[in-house]
């Protein structure tokens, strides 16, 4: 069985913008599990990890906040993307594109002999 | 953006902390549920379901904590803890937070205080545009000709230096008492005369009409019969009435056209000396009849200021005038005036230099003497402050003393150092935020007395005591400085406590461990050390106001000599009525039964006015010697009626007028410089010493020394002219000897001028000995503040100083009671405390001595009549501070002479 790895702060946050702008609203549960299916079970989402980013999102403003009713009609809070939110997303997706691809030059040594 | 939005956000949270925390529980908890559910759907068994939701999503708590961390400002939150536990260990003890409280509030509300007065004196730029490019200019060295004023230029100078390419504008400036006659009324207020470009240089707009401009109103010698009202005046004579543009006034008689009111709060360059009309300087010889001087290079008069173009700096400015100066003045001693000027007297005239300074405070002829009182006085409340510090530090740890074992139980049960050592600061800075609140209220209290004390001239019209935001941020600032001066020491040391040895002690030591009182006494040998420099420095400044006060004025019974001034000159009188109306006024003065004598003088005694003219000696060459002698013009029983004596020859006699030969009286101090000892009698003398000067007046006479400007500058070289020779159409203020009490003298003296001229506006009335006191108001100001500076820090020190041997004794009992019973006499027990006590008298000393002597060199100039390093105020100095040792050591040593050594032995 693979090791599973905690989740890294500064790519959760990108990764529950992503998930927002895919699904649309969602409540905590449905995010943690969401990161969880598309890593393919490789990352692991801890209350301990989530919650407060999800509190550091929405005090930037990038997802706001609102109780709803879940599918098996239990309380829940449901987060949604903003406007700031779309945009920090774009943002982050290119600058994290571009650190993946520096990464990659370096790790792969194919490319080293050009 | 995003940063200030998640502050907002944390903020609003602190307030609704339980709701937010009810939600996250609820969040979390649905999390796991739906966690749970999951489980079971893929089969779990219920339990094991549950179990594998919980490992899985890590700590519910911990969650929670970090959430809390996030959502609020962690900083507040334990700030406003700390806030909450200090005010609760202050109000546990009442007493010491009252005495801390009450000492810093003195302490900074005395500085709070002298930073107000110094802050408007000293510091306060003009408020005008760029202030920081104006710069004063004027020249040393002699004029061979007149001086009127400090710094005085004449007006040809003003006209050259706009040649100067350093400078976007030079303008100047002359002060003068004006009447203002409007309906039929008359009175005095402040004129100045200012070149047309005056308001463009400061760059201050007109609140109505217009203000002057070089194009309208610096072109026609004599021809611009124009005002300009200052805006207090405007609002309080013409009730801010618009319609005041363009109605006619009487200035000095003369018919003038209000033109326009200047911007609100502009008061000039002399705030202290504010005017409330400006009249074009053009039109001088209408404003002051007596003398017409505009294109006298000879007579100095005008102020001139200039504003620096950009690239220049004060220096720079300074050095490129020489030039134009030293040319200037080659030319002028070619001139037929000077031409046959001594060769010592062209040196001296060809050395002249160009001085300047920054105007960015403008110019006053008070602050000079104000500025170094102030500094000297705000370096004296600091030290006092400093003082008081001292003592709450030693009350704090006397305090932390009491609480070793609290402070050793927290750090036992995980608090770190960090956190108590910012709690116990806390602590000190809510004592010094009250004690900085309370001096905020006392400081105002304190400037309006103050401003009480100041003579009534000048500077107390400008003053205000109310504090604005620079006020509230010196304060401010000076609490928290404070906090950290008297608040870290005690806290760094209360946190050395020895956990072991705190915890293990059943019974506590009294008054803590070793390092506690070493820091506690050289506290007090501090305080004693600045005591010393407060109380000297107070002797010094009351033996400098006692010295001028008893200073030989050479008059006699002041007590009881009226002084008042008229101008007639200014209500349009021609110099022969003037001389008629003096003479009529003085024979009626005469005639009244309670008049012993009158007389008067041209120049005003002991008002710090003056006039200095070059004179020429004849027989004796203008080489080699000082020709500047201070005049004054007097009528005839002047010298009876200020009780001078007359040492050789006569008084002026009523037959001294134009016509009759010149005459002058010389006082003894002339006489001696010029003459050595033989007598001037029959001596001749002359005015100004350039071509033409004839020695034409004979002296008649030689009188005693007296004062001229006041008791600071003392005995001048005078040269005194029969007023009706003077040929001047100038005010004069009149002397009257008299025999009755001034307050119903005062009525008489107004009927008796209105009897002549009901329209005459009289002013400065007052005793001749009040008018001196005024003189002092500067030396009255530092001697009464350093006194109470000096009591206030000797009475902090005393406390400080009981307080350190009080503790000393307590902690000795056992020993001292171990003393006792093996046979040590009361005497030496009592003498063992007191040496204790004068072991840190002596250190503080050898502190405190030197320096106060190297600060006693800072105020030297202030001081009169006394050196800095006097021996008899420092020995005076020492004792106060000895009898107060003694004082406050007494009682503790007392009380260890008296302790019962078996109850001493038995209680540990």
Same mark, same amino acid.
Request: proline share 5%; with cysteine.
């Given at each position: 069985?693979?090791?599973?790895?905690? &989740?890294?702060? !500064? #790519? +959760?946050?990108?990764?529950? *913008? %992503?998930?927002?702008?895919?699904?649309?609203?969602?409540?905590?549960? @449905?995010?943690?599990?969401?990161?969880?299916?598309?890593?393919?079970?490789?990352?692991? &989402?801890?209350? !301990? #990890? +989530?919650?407060?980013?999800? *509190? %550091?999102?929405?005090?930037?403003?990038?997802?706001?906040?609102?109780? @709803?009713?879940?599918?098996?009609?239990?309380?829940?809070?449901?987060?949604?993307?903003?406007?700031?939110?779309?945009?920090?997303?774009?943002?982050?997706?290119?600058?994290?594109?571009?650190?993946?691809?520096?990464?990659?030059?370096?790790?792969?040594?194919?490319?080293?002999?050009? | 953006?995003?940063?200030?939005?998640?502050?907002?956000?944390?903020?609003?949270?602190?307030?609704?902390?339980?709701?937010?925390?009810?939600?996250?529980?609820?969040?979390?908890?649905?999390?796991?549920?739906?966690?749970?559910?999951?489980?079971?759907?893929?089969?779990?068994?219920?339990?094991?379901?549950?179990?594998?939701?919980?490992?899985?999503?890590?700590?519910?708590?911990?969650?929670?904590?970090?959430?809390?961390?996030?959502?609020?400002?962690?900083?507040?939150?334990?700030?406003?803890?700390?806030?909450?536990?200090?005010?609760?260990?202050?109000?546990?003890?009442?007493?010491?937070?009252?005495?801390?409280?009450?000492?810093?509030?003195?302490?900074?509300?005395?500085?709070?205080?002298?930073?107000?007065?110094?802050?408007?004196?000293?510091?306060?730029?003009?408020?005008?545009?760029?202030?920081?490019?104006?710069?004063?200019?004027?020249?040393?060295?002699?004029?061979?000709?007149?001086?009127?004023?400090?710094?005085?230029?004449?007006?040809?100078?003003?006209?050259?230096?706009?040649?100067?390419?350093?400078?976007?504008?030079?303008?100047?400036?002359?002060?003068?008492?004006?009447?203002?006659?409007?309906?039929?009324?008359?009175?005095?207020?402040?004129?100045?005369?200012?070149?047309?470009?005056?308001?463009?240089?400061?760059?201050?707009?007109?609140?109505?009409?217009?203000?002057?401009?070089?194009?309208?109103?610096?072109?026609?010698?004599?021809?611009?019969?124009?005002?300009?009202?200052?805006?207090?005046?405007?609002?309080?004579?013409?009730?801010?009435?618009?319609?005041?543009?363009?109605?006619?006034?009487?200035?000095?008689?003369?018919?003038?056209?209000?033109?326009?009111?200047?911007?609100?709060?502009?008061?000039?360059?002399?705030?202290?000396?504010?005017?409330?009309?400006?009249?074009?300087?053009?039109?001088?010889?209408?404003?002051?009849?007596?003398?017409?001087?505009?294109?006298?290079?000879?007579?100095?008069?005008?102020?001139?200021?200039?504003?620096?173009?950009?690239?220049?700096?004060?220096?720079?400015?300074?050095?490129?005038?020489?030039?134009?100066?030293?040319?200037?003045?080659?030319?002028?001693?070619?001139?037929?005036?000077?031409?046959?000027?001594?060769?010592?007297?062209?040196?001296?005239?060809?050395?002249?230099?160009?001085?300047?300074?920054?105007?960015?405070?403008?110019?006053?002829?008070?602050?000079?003497?104000?500025?170094?009182?102030?500094?000297?006085?705000?370096?004296?409340?600091?030290?006092?402050?400093?003082?008081?510090?001292?003592?709450?530090?030693?009350?704090?740890?006397?305090?932390?003393?009491?609480?070793?074992?609290?402070?050793?139980?927290?750090?036992?049960?995980?608090?770190?150092?960090?956190?108590?050592?910012?709690?116990?600061?806390?602590?000190?800075?809510?004592?010094?935020?009250?004690?900085?609140?309370?001096?905020?209220?006392?400081?105002?209290?304190?400037?309006?007395?103050?401003?009480?004390?100041?003579?009534?001239?000048?500077?107390?019209?400008?003053?205000?005591?109310?504090?604005?935001?620079?006020?509230?941020?010196?304060?401010?600032?000076?609490?928290?400085?404070?906090?950290?001066?008297?608040?870290?020491?005690?806290?760094?040391?209360?946190?050395?406590?020895?956990?072991?040895?705190?915890?293990?002690?059943?019974?506590?030591?009294?008054?803590?461990?070793?390092?506690?009182?070493?820091?506690?006494?050289?506290?007090?040998?501090?305080?004693?050390?600045?005591?010393?420099?407060?109380?000297?420095?107070?002797?010094?400044?009351?033996?400098?106001?006692?010295?001028?006060?008893?200073?030989?004025?050479?008059?006699?019974?002041?007590?009881?000599?009226?002084?008042?001034?008229?101008?007639?000159?200014?209500?349009?009188?021609?110099?022969?009525?003037?001389?008629?109306?003096?003479?009529?006024?003085?024979?009626?003065?005469?005639?009244?039964?309670?008049?012993?004598?009158?007389?008067?003088?041209?120049?005003?005694?002991?008002?710090?006015?003056?006039?200095?003219?070059?004179?020429?000696?004849?027989?004796?060459?203008?080489?080699?010697?000082?020709?500047?002698?201070?005049?004054?013009?007097?009528?005839?029983?002047?010298?009876?009626?200020?009780?001078?004596?007359?040492?050789?020859?006569?008084?002026?006699?009523?037959?001294?007028?134009?016509?009759?030969?010149?005459?002058?009286?010389?006082?003894?101090?002339?006489?001696?410089?010029?003459?050595?000892?033989?007598?001037?009698?029959?001596?001749?003398?002359?005015?100004?010493?350039?071509?033409?000067?004839?020695?034409?007046?004979?002296?008649?006479?030689?009188?005693?020394?007296?004062?001229?400007?006041?008791?600071?500058?003392?005995?001048?070289?005078?040269?005194?002219?029969?007023?009706?020779?003077?040929?001047?159409?100038?005010?004069?203020?009149?002397?009257?000897?008299?025999?009755?009490?001034?307050?119903?003298?005062?009525?008489?003296?107004?009927?008796?001028?209105?009897?002549?001229?009901?329209?005459?506006?009289?002013?400065?009335?007052?005793?001749?000995?009040?008018?001196?006191?005024?003189?002092?108001?500067?030396?009255?100001?530092?001697?009464?503040?350093?006194?109470?500076?000096?009591?206030?820090?000797?009475?902090?020190?005393?406390?400080?100083?009981?307080?350190?041997?009080?503790?000393?004794?307590?902690?000795?009992?056992?020993?001292?009671?171990?003393?006792?019973?093996?046979?040590?006499?009361?005497?030496?027990?009592?003498?063992?405390?007191?040496?204790?006590?004068?072991?840190?008298?002596?250190?503080?000393?050898?502190?405190?001595?030197?320096?106060?002597?190297?600060?006693?060199?800072?105020?030297?100039?202030?001081?009169?009549?006394?050196?800095?390093?006097?021996?008899?105020?420092?020995?005076?100095?020492?004792?106060?501070?000895?009898?107060?040792?003694?004082?406050?050591?007494?009682?503790?040593?007392?009380?260890?002479?008296?302790?019962?050594?078996?109850?001493?032995?038995?209680?540990?």
């Amino acid at each position: 069985m693979a090791e599973k790895s905690d &989740v890294w702060q !500064g #790519t +959760l946050a990108l990764m529950v *913008l %992503k998930t927002l702008e895919t699904l649309g609203p969602l409540h905590g549960y @449905g995010i943690a599990r969401r990161i969880e299916q598309t890593s393919g079970d490789l990352l692991v &989402v801890r209350y !301990g #990890t +989530l919650y407060p980013a999800l *509190l %550091k999102l929405e005090q930037e403003g990038f997802i706001s906040a609102e109780w @709803g009713v879940s599918d098996n009609s239990r309380r829940a809070k449901y987060y949604a993307l903003t406007r700031a939110g779309k945009k920090q997303l774009a943002k982050e997706a290119r600058e994290w594109g571009q650190t993946s691809a520096i990464i990659a030059r370096f790790i792969s040594p194919a490319e080293e002999a050009s | 953006m995003n940063a200030i939005r998640a502050i907002l956000y944390r903020l609003a949270s602190l307030f609704d902390r339980r709701r937010r925390d009810r939600e996250l529980a609820e969040e979390l908890e649905c999390h796991l549920q739906m966690e749970i559910e999951a489980n079971l759907r893929s089969g779990m068994p219920p339990a094991e379901a549950r179990r594998a939701a919980l490992l899985k999503s890590g700590g519910v708590e911990l969650a929670k904590e970090e959430c809390r961390d996030r959502r609020g400002l962690p900083v507040l939150e334990t700030t406003l803890r700390d806030l909450h536990h200090a005010w609760r260990f202050l109000s546990r003890g009442p007493v010491f937070a009252l005495v801390a409280v009450l000492s810093l509030a003195l302490g900074i509300g005395a500085n709070t205080a002298i930073f107000t007065l110094l802050d408007q004196v000293v510091l306060r730029h003009l408020p005008v545009q760029h202030p920081g490019q104006l710069q004063m200019i004027w020249t040393t060295g002699p004029s061979l000709g007149s001086n009127q004023g400090s710094r005085a230029s004449s007006y040809p100078m003003y006209q050259d230096f706009q040649q100067a390419p350093a400078f976007s504008y030079v303008f100047c400036r002359y002060l003068t008492p004006v009447s203002v006659s409007l309906a039929s009324q008359t009175e005095r207020v402040m004129g100045e005369l200012v070149s047309g470009n005056y308001f463009q240089a400061l760059g201050i707009a007109p609140a109505l009409g217009r203000v002057f401009t070089p194009e309208e109103d610096d072109r026609v010698y004599k021809g611009h019969p124009v005002v300009v009202l200052s805006h207090p005046y405007w609002v309080e004579r013409f009730g801010a009435d618009p319609g005041v543009l363009g109605q006619k006034i009487l200035v000095n008689n003369y018919p003038m056209v209000i033109v326009g009111v200047s911007a609100a709060g502009f008061s000039g360059i002399d705030a202290a000396r504010s005017p409330q009309v400006r009249i074009p300087i053009l039109m001088k010889p209408l404003m002051t009849a007596a003398s017409d001087n505009l294109g006298d290079r000879r007579r100095q008069w005008v102020q001139i200021f200039a504003r620096r173009k950009p690239g220049y700096t004060i220096e720079s400015a300074q050095a490129s005038l020489q030039p134009l100066l030293t040319g200037t003045l080659r030319a002028e001693l070619e001139s037929p005036a000077l031409r046959e000027t001594s060769k010592r007297n062209r040196d001296l005239f060809l050395a002249r230099k160009i001085l300047t300074e920054s105007a960015a405070n403008g110019y006053s002829s008070l602050p000079t003497s104000y500025s170094r009182a102030l500094v000297a006085l705000m370096c004296m409340a600091g030290v006092a402050l400093l003082i008081a510090c001292f003592n709450v530090a030693s009350l704090l740890i006397a305090r932390a003393a009491a609480r070793q074992k609290e402070l050793a139980m927290r750090l036992a049960v995980g608090a770190s150092r960090g956190q108590l050592l910012r709690q116990l600061l806390m602590e000190s800075a809510v004592l010094s935020t009250l004690g900085g609140a309370l001096g905020l209220l006392l400081s105002v209290a304190m400037v309006r007395g103050l401003l009480h004390f100041l003579p009534a001239n000048g500077m107390l019209t400008t003053l205000r005591a109310e504090p604005d935001w620079r006020i509230f941020a010196f304060n401010i600032a000076l609490a928290l400085v404070t906090a950290l001066l008297f608040g870290l020491a005690p806290a760094r040391q209360a946190l050395k406590v020895d956990l072991w040895s705190t915890l293990k002690d059943a019974a506590g030591s009294v008054g803590g461990n070793r390092g506690s009182v070493t820091l506690r006494k050289s506290l007090v040998t501090a305080q004693v050390a600045f005591s010393f420099l407060l109380v000297s420095g107070a002797l010094l400044f009351s033996r400098t106001l006692l010295n001028l006060k008893t200073t030989n004025s050479g008059f006699r019974d002041m007590d009881n000599l009226v002084t008042f001034q008229i101008d007639p000159a200014r209500s349009g009188y021609s110099l022969t009525r003037l001389k008629d109306f003096y003479q009529r006024l003085l024979e009626s003065l005469r005639s009244l039964p309670q008049v012993k004598s009158a007389g008067f003088a041209w120049v005003p005694l002991l008002s710090g006015r003056e006039a200095d003219w070059d004179v020429l000696v004849e027989g004796m060459p203008a080489e080699g010697r000082e020709s500047q002698a201070w005049v004054n013009g007097l009528s005839p029983g002047y010298w009876r009626t200020m009780g001078v004596p007359m040492l050789e020859g006569r008084d002026f006699e009523d037959g001294d007028v134009n016509g009759r030969p010149k005459v002058a009286i010389v006082n003894r101090k002339f006489a001696r410089d010029i003459f050595g000892n033989r007598s001037p009698i029959g001596l001749r003398i002359g005015l100004d010493t350039g071509r033409g000067a004839k020695a034409d007046i004979e002296i008649v006479g030689l009188v005693e020394d007296s004062l001229y400007e006041g008791p600071r500058q003392g005995v001048r070289r005078q040269v005194f002219f029969p007023f009706p020779q003077m040929n001047q159409s100038v005010g004069a203020a009149f002397y009257i000897h008299t025999s009755t009490d001034s307050a119903t003298m005062f009525a008489t003296l107004r009927r008796n001028v209105a009897e002549l001229d009901p329209t005459m506006p009289i002013y400065e009335m007052k005793m001749l000995a009040d008018q001196l006191d005024e003189t002092l108001g500067t030396e009255r100001l530092t001697a009464t503040l350093s006194a109470a500076f000096g009591i206030l820090a000797t009475l902090l020190a005393a406390v400080g100083l009981y307080g350190v041997m009080a503790l000393t004794v307590a902690r000795r009992t056992r020993e001292i009671g171990l003393r006792m019973a093996l046979g040590a006499r009361q005497g030496a027990l009592l003498w063992m405390v007191m040496r204790e006590a004068f072991e840190l008298y002596g250190a503080g000393l050898a502190l405190g001595v030197p320096c106060a002597y190297l600060l006693g060199r800072y105020v030297s100039s202030q001081l009169f009549g006394v050196l800095p390093a006097d021996l008899g105020t420092a020995v005076a100095a020492l004792m106060a501070l000895a009898m107060v040792t003694a004082g406050a050591a007494f009682v503790p040593a007392r009380r260890a002479s008296r302790i019962d050594p078996i109850r001493a032995l038995h209680d540990e």
